[in-house]
């Protein structure tokens, strides 16, 4: 049987998995247990989906109705059952009482609400003749739905023709069989008469035991599953805020290294960096700006030849110097397109370069 996680996760809720363990298989032992009706029910609401206004009521809802009517203050007990049998069948309008007699036998009641507000009861017995304690039970219990249906009930003879074999015990599959029927006619599609299937029936819900029976634990799995999936979520969700504050950060750091950048391409005559010996300032000395390399070489060289001696480093005019440099600058001004002046060369080291 084919069962979605969700309806997995709803039967191990619903059901217990160990008590299904000690059923024995419904091949060898056809009669059905209370659990196989409240079963049944859930296969049939799964199938066919009918409305809410369809409710059934379950084997031990049923005995605890019966049960009140025993205790020694039975009245106060029954102000109790018929109080929360209401708030059940509130809105109802097909209502299913599976029947358990004090032997071993299930048969049906069934209600149903018609277009003129009216109550209309139903019994079902698949045995060949009435089975006493099932009818006396059945009766205790319309007394209770009289009540809460603010209604007159009486228990109506049986209606049905068709009656389980002699000795087979599918009384139980044949109350899944007629709540199958009604729910059928309820939802306009047509009211069916064919005998049931036991083996069918039986099989459908030996396959749901086994299953509910094999799930064992998936609720705490499934909680489980959540738990890592939500701590996993939280690391991830940490893990992503770490890497936009670094990326956020990094940014940051990115555009300040294209600032410099950029205002070094604008800057006519500064360089980036500088050496120790001007304090690493923007204009930088003979010995890392390479205007006043170019033009220091220059000097040494025209003065070498004014001279008539070699080229001594660290030799040459100072005016001379100066003049060189002022030509170099004017040539990066020209390769730039600036037309404003540089700045002078006696401009002292550390101070500001003027980007334009």
Request: proline share 4%.
């Amino acid at each position: 049987m084919q069962l979605k996680l969700s309806e997995r996760i709803e039967l191990e809720l619903k059901f217990q998995a160990t008590e299904l363990k000690e059923v024995g298989s419904l091949e060898a032992e056809p009669r059905l247990a209370s659990v196989h009706l409240s079963m049944g029910w859930w296969l049939l609401q799964r199938d066919l989906a009918p409305d809410s206004t369809v409710r059934f009521l379950k084997p031990e809802v049923t005995a605890q109705l019966l049960y009140s009517l025993r205790v020694e203050d039975a009245a106060e007990a029954f102000v109790q059952a018929t109080a929360k049998l209401k708030a059940q069948l509130r809105d109802a309008k097909l209502i299913f009482v599976p029947v358990w007699g004090n032997g071993e036998h299930w048969t049906l009641v069934s209600l149903q609400l018609g277009p003129d507000k009216t109550w209309t009861a139903e019994y079902r017995d698949s045995l060949v003749f009435d089975y006493k304690q099932c009818r006396e039970a059945a009766e205790m219990l319309m007394t209770f739905l009289a009540v809460v249906l603010e209604t007159d009930l009486q228990l109506p003879p049986r209606c049905n023709k068709m009656y389980q074999l002699k000795g087979s015990g599918h009384c139980g599959q044949f109350v899944l069989h007629w709540i199958d029927m009604k729910i059928r006619v309820h939802l306009g599609q047509g009211h069916a008469v064919a005998y049931p299937d036991p083996s069918k029936i039986n099989q459908r819900l030996q396959s749901l035991q086994d299953s509910i029976v094999k799930n064992v634990g998936i609720v705490d799995k499934q909680e489980k599953l959540k738990a890592d999936a939500e701590a996993a979520q939280k690391v991830a969700e940490a893990a992503q805020l770490k890497l936009e504050n670094e990326l956020k950060d990094d940014a940051v750091f990115q555009e300040a290294v294209s600032k410099i950048a950029k205002d070094a391409l604008k800057s006519s005559f500064g360089v980036i960096g500088g050496c120790s010996k001007c304090a690493f300032a923007s204009f930088g000395s003979t010995c890392c700006n390479p205007l006043k390399i170019e033009a220091k070489q220059l000097a040494e060289e025209k003065f070498a030849d004014e001279h008539s001696c070699p080229v001594v480093p660290g030799q040459f005019d100072k005016i001379v110097y100066n003049q060189m440099l002022v030509r170099k600058m004017k040539e990066l001004a020209d390769s730039k397109g600036i037309t404003s002046e540089p700045p002078g060369p006696s401009k002292p080291a550390g101070g500001q370069v003027t980007y334009i």
